[in-house]
T-cell receptor
Framework: NAGVTQTPKFQVLKTGQSMTLQCAQD?????MSWYRQDPGMGLRLIHYSVGAGITDQGEVPNGYNVSRSTTEDFPLRLLSAAPSQTSVYFC????????????FGEGSWLTVV | ELKVEQNPLFLSMQEGKNYTIYCNYS?????LYWYRQDPGKSLESLFVLLSNGAVKQEGRLMASLDTKARLSTLHITAAVHDLSATYFC??????????????FGKGTTLSVSS
């Protein structure tokens, strides 16, 4: 049982490049979410999903795209990276309707130069 | 729009002292979460508070929830150096879909010294 797995752990991008942060969970959780963490800002919700084929925007969705084609995977796409997207990104998952525990991944450190 | 405010944002404590971190939120929510984060690490779940008047304790930490006041507290008793970390509270923003869309406070960075 690997829990929530994020890849890559570290990435440096040039401004304007695109990339995908991967998030996978093996717990059959319906709920998955992406957050970004910046110094002094806490964690902010980017996008979330309550099941395969269903996604919605969070607090700071601009510049990011998501899709949820399977229960296990919830990739986060940066369409055209900007220095303002330099951040630590966390993926989280939870079983719907039962249990209270939210599982967080280890984080992905992204630098845009 | 749900807003979550924590205070203080920085807290320097002496070992053995007691202190309280406050978490206020602006609209009704199903539940409230407390997390701990060490530098460079992910979030560690401390407490999930589900109802008005809920109180949970683990070691030197005790959390409570007052839904009428929209206030949660995290009380630290007899602080020790190992409690040095950043503590976050978070609130569900989606009624009926608990845990999918959390709004976080900015965090309280706690430093405990001897």
């Amino acid at each position: 049982n690997a829990g929530v797995t994020q890849t890559p752990k570290f990435q440096v991008l040039k401004t304007g490049q695109s990339m995908t942060l991967q998030c996978a969970q093996d717990m059959n959780h319906e709920y998955m979410s992406w957050y970004r963490q910046d110094p002094g800002m806490g964690l902010r919700l980017i996008h979330y999903s309550v099941g395969a084929g269903i996604t919605d925007q969070g607090e700071v969705p601009n510049g990011y795209n998501v899709s949820r084609s399977t229960t296990e995977d919830f990739p986060l796409r940066l369409l055209s990276a900007a220095p303002s997207q330099t951040s630590v990104y966390f993926c989280a998952s939870k079983r719907s309707f039962s249990g209270n525990t939210i599982y967080f991944g280890e984080g992905s450190w992204l630098t845009v130069v | 729009e749900l807003k979550v405010e924590q205070n203080p944002l920085f807290l320097s404590m002496q070992e053995g002292k007691n202190y309280t971190i406050y978490c206020n939120y602006s609209t009704t929510s199903d539940r409230l979460y407390w997390y701990r984060q060490d530098p460079g690490k992910s979030l560690e779940s401390l407490f999930v508070l589900l109802s008005n008047g809920a109180v949970k304790q683990e070691g030197r930490l005790m959390a409570s929830l007052d839904t009428k006041a929209r206030l949660s507290t995290l009380h630290i008793t007899a602080a020790v150096h190992d409690l040095s970390a950043t503590y976050f509270c978070a609130v569900d923003s989606r009624a009926g879909q608990a845990g999918t869309a959390l709004i976080f406070g900015k965090g309280t960075t706690l430093s405990v010294s001897s």
